[in-house]
């Protein structure tokens, strides 16, 4: 059973160009979660979607940032006009979250954006 | 004030030591904690969970709340080399019944030396 997969694991990207990054959720998981960690920091939350829908994205910045969750394919998360200080890694979880019980979010390896 | 606050450590402990390590918390809201071990540039995974206060036990690992001091711990005994890794601690209230966005410690770096 395949794990939570993101690719790329590793994208350099210069001022002002885009960033795409993919999540693969765990087979039967339906929810994706997205989190940043700058380093020396812990997780930030950015988002939280089902497919087709953003349920949360409190964590989200304004700007430049943006996420989704196609009824087909791997979750998106895209950063237009990169920033030095988008340079983080980006780990997207996910969950089966159909009650309780399965609340536990699983994580991928993260991808690791440098922005020069 | 951080809603999760954790000791970035590091921590280094003899093999074989038994472990200890914390996370305090402000968000009466949590309800639901776990423990996340993260090696060096690979993402976090998942150790232990649980909703209710008191202790749970896995093996060498033991999580433990105590949500009137608004206080968990997860302890690892007979430490070996490869428990070394950051310990994250995650928390979450519960949303119409169900969990939702993780606020997460900043982790504790455990060194378990031979």
């Known amino acids: 059973n395949a794990g939570v997969m993101q690719n790329p694991r590793h994208l350099v990207r210069r001022r002002g160009q885009e960033a795409r990054l993919r999540c693969s959720p765990m087979?039967?998981?339906?929810?994706v979660y997205w989190y940043r960690q700058l380093p020396e920091e812990g997780l930030k939350f950015m988002v939280y979607?089902?497919?087709?829908?953003?349920?949360?994205e409190s964590g989200m910045p304004k700007e430049r940032f943006s996420a989704e969750f196609p009824k087909e394919g791997p979750s998106i998360l895209r950063i237009q006009q990169v920033v030095r200080g988008d340079s983080a890694a980006y780990f997207c979880?996910?969950?089966?979250?159909?009650?309780?019980?399965?609340?536990?979010?699983?994580f991928g390896p993260g991808t690791r954006l440098l922005v020069l | 004030q951080k809603e999760v606050e954790q000791d970035p450590g590091p921590l280094s402990v003899p093999e074989g030591a038994i472990v200890s390590l914390n996370c305090t918390y402000s968000?009466?809201?949590?309800?639901?904690f776990m423990w996340y071990r993260q090696y060096s540039r690979k993402g976090p995974e998942l150790l232990m969970y649980?909703?209710?206060?008191g202790n749970k036990e896995d093996g060498r690992f033991t999580a433990q709340v105590d949500k009137s001091s608004k206080y968990i711990s997860l302890f690892i005994r007979d430490s070996q080399p490869s428990d070394s890794a950051t310990y994250l601690c995650?928390?979450?209230?519960?949303?119409?019944?169900?969990?939702?966005?993780?606020?997460f410690g900043t982790g504790t770096r455990l060194q378990v030396t031979l």
């Open positions: 979880a996910s969950s089966p979250r159909r009650d309780i019980t399965e609340e536990t979010q699983y």
């Open positions: 995650a928390m979450s209230p519960i949303d119409t019944g169900t969990a939702s966005k993780l606020t």
């Open positions: 087979k039967g998981h339906s929810h």
């Open positions: 968000n009466s809201a949590f309800q639901y």
């Open positions: 649980t909703y209710s206060s």
């Open positions: 979607l089902q497919k087709e829908n953003i349920i949360d």
